[in-house]
């Protein structure tokens, strides 16, 4: 199990109802604690967790931050797959990052210490973000689309040195903004 942690309790039905999992770290694989890859409520009672549709840590990420969430659109979910979940390793309040356009930490970046809506307004040419420089103790979300739309990816402090790092499609990233952590 990871050093870092939180709960998390995943349910079978909508609205927290049904057969239930309760999650307090690392969790590659639901399946083999008894539970199907079907979720359609969740409750996060602590921490924050990056969930994928996955077993593995693998497939499309869902951010899930504290709060409920009573049906599988509110983590902005297409269906009720769920296959694994980790707390997203937190170290503090403290944030900033640093945006490349080019991979191997080239070419025009920005440098980010809040929420960032549209990418681009920062003067960015491109429409891509090939690498990046997290650093402090904080965990960002990427979002394909402006506005913390689309398909999401978490990073946390390091470095990445190619969008494939932070298992993205490609690296058209249009927003960003920061893990809250409530314990």
């Known amino acids: 199990m990871s050093q870092y942690s939180g709960k998390v309790v995943f349910f079978e039905g909508k609205c927290f109802t049904g ?91 920005v440098e980010l210490c809040e929420d960032c809506p549209f990418l681009q307004g920062r003067g960015l040419v491109k429409n891509c973000i090939n690498s990046i420089k997290a650093y402090g103790d904080g965990a960002w979300v990427l979002y394909e689309e402006p506005n913390y739309r689309g398909r999401m990816y978490v990073v946390e402090r390091g470095d990445y040195c190619t969008h494939m790092e932070w298992q993205a499609q490609n690296p058209n990233i249009k927003s960003i903004r920061r893990v809250a952590n409530y314990f």
Do not use: T
Not at 54 to 66: A, R, V, Y
Not at 81 to 103: K, T
């Open 19 to 109: 057969r239930m999992l309760e999650v307090f770290g690392d969790c590659e694989n639901f399946q083999d604690r008894g539970f199907m890859n079907r979720v359609n409520s969740i409750r996060v009672e602590s921490g924050a967790f990056v969930c994928f549709d996955h077993p593995d840590f693998k497939g499309q990420q869902f951010i899930l931050e504290h709060g409920e969430y009573p049906e599988f659109q509110r983590w902005n979910a297409l269906n009720d797959h769920m296959g694994s979940c980790r707390p997203i390793r937190m170290h503090g309040e403290h944030y900033r990052v640093e945006l490349f356009e080019e991979a191997n930490f080239a070419g025009q970046f």
